[in-house]
């Protein structure tokens, strides 16, 4: 992060808690940087951070209620966040400080309130009351609506959201969906249907049969309850929400068989909750990923459902009894209360895509230590991570995206390149691809940068009608030692890397365009091109800016390439006149104001009254074409212009100080009298002078200068096209910071100076006339 968004970020915290006055954000922003370290929270320190917050709490149940909950639904960097809160508690007065901040606002709004609800409501009259019967059929109305709600429209809400959001993504290819009928079959399912009885046999009361019959019948009712059907004497109970499946069993039931019977009950439970997550996430619109891990689970209650066919099968015979079905659903029992817990973790924290990958890794992690439960969440993990590696070989390998339901960690944005050579803050390399964080396994977090970087490198290289492929492609399979994953995406990044930092070295020749145009035409390396620009430009630029006439400069300026020593670059048909609107000091706000509260604004402000002269808004522009122009941007060719701008109003103030020296030559005719009246007037151009031919050199030999030599040496040694970028803006950063160019307080007075300095200029020139 560069300093710039540093004290931006820092500016807008202080601003949000309302601190005023004090020492400001620098004392924050050193602080800041000198202490920026990666910090990776482990378990021992979470918890021990958690049970400190949770002693320090006013509620800790609360507390810990909301942890649990969030850690449910794999929230990120919920440990990292409970350790800083951690840490807060621990700071007395930061703590007392936000204290304060929030009683006052808790009372501002109060006050808010009060005065909204007194302006604005009034209490209704109590003549107007209600019967019991209408309060009692009003009741009934919500309830049944409430019921019907929460039973279907949640989940066909969900699913036509999603819809829309895939259709608007993929506008030209709508993704595929399934007949309505599919949801309004209930049967289907394959779950309990809640208020159908499909037996039409007669029951009887199961508490008048001895307990042989008694356990018979029971075993017969729990394998059907087992596979979704309700028996004669275990039913289930409407769902509510999202919540565990329960069930009510006879009264007069055995208490024994009773007993042992809620013990197996989970396992209804449990294959309920799966067997309603895998007809969910089979749907379209929940994304590949999920899919693949409903696939995954479908085929494991297929070996659960020939388990019950084999017990149906002894029970016919007679040889199952209540606690031989408890023994043989022991193995399933484990895998089911997993796959229900996994099941109910990607609902509660509506996983889709990366997320759930996420969810199903930590899950994998967490069972270290117990093989058989690991091994399970292993294949499940597997089989749900290979849609998502699919499109993670295409970014990284091809630099292509396709991700229709919005399920990869690299998104893509509909940018035109273009855009990049007219809006300074089009952040093209930026905003084109971005990361979504949520998006991100938490097994690929350490390399997301990469992956970002390494489809962005391929894509340039695409968009420029050259074929990529990379040379080391192979499957990327998911397991548990992250080693073989990241050495492929290593090579792979390194690949891309390495291919686009050559297209535009060698091919698109990037240093030549720096090192012969940029350098020679902005930062005033080519003195002699200068020299005759100035010569020829110098009465035009004196009028106002309404009255040039722009073709003239720029026939003026191609006179003056072909005069000089600049007319063997072979990119000076790339440099344009450009007139700004503004002066050098409301530019330098309007660029400092952006992404800030301020920038409104500034951009809406008007004009500077004063009208600008040609050299007051003369500035140089340059035509940088695709992939060139990732890295001389728009922001970057603005930089350039501050600077150019800077130097060459000097240039010109210098001029003409020189000019008044030419003429004052003129005074030595004078007799000595009148030459004394003089004499104070030519000490003061010379230290005018002086001062401006110092001021130049300190920018041009002691900042530019040697800034450029160490990009230059930072470029040969530069590994990728975000190196180049990196070291680019931190050339362009370093000279405007020492040039005066980042503090307004500086460039007004400095401003200044050089207003005075041409109003003597124009003095002595009027004086020595007459």
């Given at each position: 992060m560069s300093e710039f968004r540093i004290h931006h970020d820092v500016n807008e915290l202080l601003s949000l808690l309302r601190v005023h006055g004090g020492e400001g954000a620098e004392v924050y922003i050193e602080l800041l940087q000198k202490n920026r370290t990666p910090y990776v929270t482990t378990n021992v320190s979470a918890h021990s951070a958690k049970v400190k917050i949770a002693e320090f709490?006013?509620?800790?149940?609360?507390?810990?209620?909301?942890?649990?909950?969030?850690?449910?639904?794999?929230?990120?960097?919920?440990?990292?966040?409970?350790?800083?809160?951690?840490?807060?508690?621990?700071?007395?007065?930061?703590?007392?400080?936000?204290?304060q901040n929030a009683k006052e606002r808790a009372e501002l709004a109060a006050n808010a309130a009060t005065s909204s609800s007194s302006t604005n409501f009034s209490m209704p009259s109590s003549t107007s009351k209600m019967s019991l019967q209408e309060l009692e059929e009003l009741r009934k109305q919500l309830g049944s609506v409430t019921a019907s709600s929460s039973a279907q429209q949640p989940l066909e809400l969900t699913r036509k959201i999603l819809r829309d959001k895939q259709n608007k993504k993929n506008s030209g290819q709508p993704i595929p969906v399934f007949p309505s009928w599919v949801y309004e079959r209930p049967a289907l399912i394959g779950d309990f249907l809640i208020?159908?009885?499909?037996?039409?046999?007669?029951?009887?009361?199961?508490?008048?049969?001895?307990?042989?019959?008694?356990?018979?019948?029971?075993?017969?009712?729990?394998?059907?309850?087992?596979?979704?059907?309700?028996?004669?004497?275990?039913?289930?109970?409407?769902?509510?929400?999202?919540?565990?499946?329960?069930?009510?069993?006879?009264?007069?039931?055995?208490?024994?068989?009773?007993?042992?019977?809620?013990?197996?009950?989970?396992?209804?439970?449990?294959?309920?909750?799966?067997?309603?997550?895998?007809?969910?996430?089979?749907?379209?619109?929940?994304?590949?990923?999920?899919?693949?891990?409903?696939?995954?689970?479908?085929?494991?209650?297929?070996?659960?459902?020939?388990?019950?066919?084999?017990?149906?099968?002894?029970?016919?015979?007679?040889?199952?009894?209540?606690?031989?079905?408890?023994f043989y659903i022991q193995p399933t029992m484990r895998t089911l209360e997993i796959l229900a817990s996994l099941a109910t973790s990607v609902d509660k924290g509506e996983c889709m895509g990366g997320s759930t990958l996420s969810l199903l890794h930590d899950k994998t992690f967490n069972y270290t230590g117990d093989s058989q439960a690991q091994e399970l969440c292993l294949y499940l993990t597997k089989a749900a991570s290979v849609p998502y590696f699919e499109i993670l070989e295409k970014w990284i390998y091809r630099g292509i995206i396709n991700d229709p339901y919005s399920e990869f960690m690299v998104e893509e944005h509909e940018l035109q390149k273009e855009k990049i050579q007219e809006d300074y803050n089009d952040k093209y390399w930026d905003q084109r691809y971005t990361v979504v964080q949520q998006q991100i396994p938490s097994f690929l977090q350490k390399m997301a940068d990469k992956i970002l970087s390494t489809g962005k490198y391929l894509n340039v290289v695409r968009e420029c009608g050259r074929d990529v492929t990379c040379p080391v492609a192979k499957e990327v399979i998911y397991t548990l030692k992250e080693r073989a994953y990241v050495e492929q995406i290593e090579k792979a990044y390194n690949y891309a890397s390495k291919v686009l930092l050559d297209f535009l070295m060698e091919e698109k020749e990037l240093v030549a365009h720096l090192s012969r145009s940029i350098k020679h035409y902005f930062l005033m390396d080519q003195g002699d091109f200068f020299v005759h620009f100035m010569d020829l430009t110098e009465e035009e630029l004196k009028?106002?800016?309404?009255?040039?006439?722009?073709?003239?400069?720029?026939?003026?300026?191609?006179?003056?390439?072909?005069?000089?020593?600049?007319?063997?670059?072979?990119?000076?048909?790339?440099?344009?006149?450009?007139?700004?609107?503004?002066?050098?000091?409301?530019?330098?706000?309007?660029?400092?104001?952006?992404?800030?509260?301020?920038?409104?604004?500034i951009i809406s402000a008007e004009p500077t009254e004063l009208t600008l002269s040609g050299l007051e808004a003369f500035s140089f522009d340059y035509i940088v074409k695709w992939p060139l122009s990732l890295i001389i941007n728009r922001k970057a060719l603005t930089r350039y212009q501050m600077l150019f701008r800077h130097m060459f109003y000097c240039k010109h103030v210098e001029r003409q100080l020189c000019n008044v020296w030419i003429s004052n030559k003129t005074a030595k005719q004078f007799s000595l009298h009148s030459a004394k009246w003089f004499a104070g007037a030519f000490t003061l151009r010379q230290r005018?002078?002086?001062?401006?031919?110092?001021?130049?050199?300190?920018?041009?030999?002691?900042?530019?200068?040697?800034?450029?030599?160490?990009?230059?040496?930072?470029?040969?040694?530069?590994?990728?096209?975000?190196?180049?970028?990196?070291?680019?803006?931190?050339?362009?950063?370093?000279?405007?910071?020492?040039?005066?160019?980042?503090?307004?307080?500086?460039?007004?007075?400095?401003?200044?100076?050089?207003?005075?300095?041409v109003m003597f200029t124009n003095c002595m020139q009027v004086c020595t006339a007459s």
């Open positions: 709490s006013r509620t800790p149940e609360d507390f810990l209620k909301k942890y649990d909950e969030l850690k449910s639904k794999n929230t990120r960097h919920l440990d990292s966040l409970v350790y800083l809160l951690s840490k807060l508690t621990e700071d007395k007065e930061t703590l007392h400080y936000l204290q208020g159908t009885s499909l037996s039409t046999d007669t029951t009887v009361p199961i508490g008048t049969l001895p307990l042989a019959s008694q356990e018979s019948m029971i075993v017969e009712d729990l394998l059907y309850v087992l596979i979704g059907v309700d028996g004669r004497y275990i039913t289930a109970q409407a769902l509510v929400g999202r919540q565990n499946r329960a069930f009510s069993l006879d009264p007069n039931l055995d208490l024994s068989i009773k007993e042992l019977v809620t013990r197996i009950l989970p396992v209804a439970a449990s294959y309920s909750a799966v067997t309603r997550f895998i007809e969910e996430k089979s749907s379209f619109e929940y994304g590949q990923v999920n899919h693949a891990l409903a696939a995954a689970m479908r085929t494991l209650i297929k070996e659960y459902m020939i388990l019950i066919t084999q017990l149906e099968h002894l029970q016919r015979q007679g040889l199952l009894s209540l606690q031989k079905l408890w009028k106002p800016v309404d009255d040039i006439i722009t073709t003239r400069l720029e026939a003026l300026l191609e006179l003056a390439l072909r005069m000089s020593t600049a007319n063997t670059d072979p990119f000076k048909d790339d440099l344009k006149i450009d007139l700004m609107p503004h002066d050098l000091i409301t530019q330098l706000l309007r660029v400092l104001a952006i992404e800030t509260k301020q920038e409104k604004a005018m002078l002086n001062f401006v031919q110092n001021i130049q050199y300190y920018m041009m030999f002691e900042v530019m200068e040697p800034t450029w030599h160490i990009l230059e040496k930072n470029l040969k040694l530069a590994s990728n096209i975000d190196d180049v970028l990196s070291h680019h803006t931190s050339f362009l950063d370093n000279c405007l910071k020492d040039c005066m160019l980042t503090n307004p307080e500086l460039l007004k007075i400095f401003s200044k100076l050089m207003s005075v300095c």
